[in-house]
């Protein structure tokens, strides 16, 4: 395969991930014979120092001409005081509105070998966990409508939780994807006892699930039960998905109890096989330029994409295999070191899975 992938490096550790990533993606490439070819582009704070804007349309352009885009991670303290629009930050709220992207994909993964790092008895966690969170994340209450007012008791408050079957439709097209491909189950979390809009939820992912992927089994449960359910008995989940707020919750509460923010990758997508890959954590000012950054995050995010976007399934697996072969050699980052191992900087990491392949 030929594919054309924009590569948005970022802030901070951006550049190095990236290009730890891309190491290993080239790697891919010669041993399954596709030719990558990489396009960089400009977001976030050096963005605003090349070009007065956290996304330029340079970068719009690029992205929506690639086959699918890798990202860093933006921000850093020099941007810290700009005005809300001029913020780094700002430049991926934008990207993922110009490539119309609806869901946020986060596998919280728990390699076994790391197990010591979650903050989980070791029985609940020592053969590995992988939750994958889907997350609606243009509808619902963040984006409804929302005011103030006031009456005979004082001020007041209201936000409002809205969603269409349409939104959930396709959300849920996303995660039965997703499900196919792995367990065939979907765990699909709501408030029905309370909520109308959570009804509505229920309703129209068991409709949709039935017509369309009836190989998948779907079961419910409610919020407060899986908020619990991810600390007690973490390995009974595969695929989840949920609404924006819920997952907003959910996939903070999940990641961490995998407890390497480093290792944790995260995908955008929305109608078309084009997304936005990154890794879960941002730019870490404090370490930047250092060689000390865990670049696994984004080697899994440029993995996903192979997956995801490519439908190369061996490709993905190749890569998984090779990051659990560092962990059971005993090489480590700084973020993951433990005692009795070996401590490597970012571009030997990168190296080491990438020979792996
Ligand atoms: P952060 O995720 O950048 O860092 C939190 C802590 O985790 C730091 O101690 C950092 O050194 C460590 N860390 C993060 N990634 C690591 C890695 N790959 N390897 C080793 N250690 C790692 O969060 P923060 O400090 O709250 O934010 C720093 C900047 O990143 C801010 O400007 C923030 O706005 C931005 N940010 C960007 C994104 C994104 O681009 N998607 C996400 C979150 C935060």
């Not at 340079?58 to 890798?70: A, H, N, R, Y």
């Not at 039935?210 to 409610?222: F, G, H, S, T, W």
């Not at 000012?285 to 670049?295: L, Y």
Request: charge should be negative; hydrophobic fraction near 40%.
């Amino acid at each position: 395969m030929k594919l054309n992938i924009a590569v948005l490096d970022g802030d901070g550790i951006g550049p190095e991930i990236c290009r730890g990533a891309v190491t290993v993606l080239e790697r891919v490439g010669e041993k399954f014979g596709h030719e990558f070819e990489f396009k960089h582009y400009p977001i976030g704070g050096c963005a605003i120092d090349e070009c007065g804007d956290p996304l330029p349309e340079k970068t719009v352009e690029g992205c929506l001409k690639s086959d699918s885009v890798l990202l860093g991670a933006v921000g850093g303290y020099k941007w810290d005081d700009l005005p809300g629009d001029m913020r780094p930050e700002k430049g991926l709220l934008r990207i993922r509105r110009a490539m119309g992207l609806y869901s946020n994909i986060r596998p919280a993964k728990l390699w076994k070998g790391l197990a010591n790092a979650s903050p989980l008895k070791h029985e609940l966690v020592k053969d590995g966990i992988e939750i994958i969170i889907v997350r609606e994340l243009t509808g619902g209450i963040y984006f409804g409508e929302r005011g103030r007012g006031s009456d005979e008791n004082g001020d007041y408050a209201w936000d409002t939780e809205r969603y269409s079957v349409k939104e959930i439709e396709r959300i849920t097209r996303i995660a039965c994807e997703l499900a196919v491909k792995r367990s065939k189950k979907l765990v699909s979390v709501d408030k029905a006892n309370v909520l109308e809009s959570s009804r509505l939820w229920r309703k129209t992912v068991h409709e949709y699930c039935a017509k369309n992927y009836p190989q998948i089994e779907v079961k419910d449960v409610l919020v407060d039960n899986m908020a619990m359910q991810i600390v007690k008995d973490p390995a009974q989940f595969d695929v989840v998905v949920t609404s924006n707020m819920f997952g907003d919750i959910l996939s903070d509460e999940a990641a961490q109890i995998t407890g390497s923010i480093g290792m944790l990758a995260s995908s955008s997508l929305g109608d078309t096989k084009r997304g936005l890959y990154e890794p879960i954590h941002g730019s870490a000012p404090d370490i930047a330029g250092q060689d000390k950054a865990n670049p696994v995050a984004t080697i899994l995010a440029a993995a996903m994409m192979l997956r995801d976007s490519f439908d190369l399934t061996a490709e993905y697996a190749a890569i998984e295999i090779a990051v659990q072969k560092t962990i059971d050699e005993g090489l480590r980052t700084a973020d993951i070191m433990e005692e009795g191992k070996q401590l490597v900087g970012c571009s030997r990491m990168s190296e080491l899975i990438a020979q792996k392949i």
